[in-house]
């Protein structure tokens, strides 16, 4: 967890293995209010100059659906290219060794 500079935790999780442990535990917010928090990031993002931007997480596999959904109500202010991050297995199999 990302600690702030008096070494107060921020609630900031980076490792997989942390946001695993609490996913479940934290309420989805609804289909509006994630909406309506994405337009004012991506407006937020846009007013500073930015032009565009990479998604590297989608969810649970909702997010392309409510980019769509924001898009074609034309509340969209940058273009976005989705390059979602893929996870590689929990345990790997390793070729057997040759004598």
């Known amino acids: 967890m990302v600690c702030d500079s008096t070494g107060r935790p921020t609630g900031h999780l980076i490792e997989h293995a942390a946001m695993d442990l609490v996913r479940g535990l934290v309420p989805k917010p609804s289909v509006a209010e994630r ?21 590297m997480d989608l969810g649970d596999g909702d997010v392309p659906e409510l ?28 070729p057997p060794v040759p004598d």
């Not at 500073?48 to 931007?53: K, P, R, S, V, W």
């Not at 940058?78 to 390793?94: D, E, F, G, T």
């Open 67 to 94: 980019l769509t959904a924001v898009e074609e109500e034309g509340d969209l202010p940058l273009r976005l290219r989705l390059a979602p991050w893929c996870m590689p297995p929990r345990r790997v199999r390793r």
């Open 35 to 55: 909406r309506s928090r994405l337009v004012e990031l991506l407006s937020a993002m846009a007013a500073t100059g930015l032009t565009g931007a990479h998604v």
